[in-house]
């Protein structure tokens, strides 16, 4: 519970948190791609911006990644690839607290793909996202499952 007192506090602080998911080509970062990036910038006012993006993976989707995430390969076919749209999610997510549903793949994924580009890493302290499976978990123990969809159902958010 110490930790939860310190996510208040620095919420209330003012700290400013960008909660994102990825879509990807499969489970494994080494050898999948992202094809979705969706965040949401906000701080203890509310939202500051938000941040949607598909992406090129420069391979083919699978029929089951597609009934899974409802994103074709002609929904991707002409939209850029990581390596280009690397600066803007960089750019938003800047000084920023992360926060993902399953946090470790999420930011796996991106670190991944930063790799074969210029640019660097997820710094330490982004690289430690507060992950709202652990969390949930924690608040909320006993409860059957902890998938977002479960979660958002259970508590009437839609």
Sequence with gaps: MKFIKQLLHSYLD???????DTETTGLNSKYEKIIEIGAVKFDKNGIID????????????????TRITG??????ADCKNFSEIAPSFLNFINETKLVAHNATSDVNFVNAELEKTPYKNLSKGQCNALDTVKISRKVFPGLPFYKLQYLASHFGIK
């Design 14 to 20: 003012g700290e400013v948190f960008t909660a994102f």
């Design 50 to 65: 938000t941040y949607s993006v598909l992406i090129n993976p420069e391979k083919t989707i699978s029929s089951e990644i």
């Design 71 to 76: 994103i074709t390969n002609e929904m991707v």
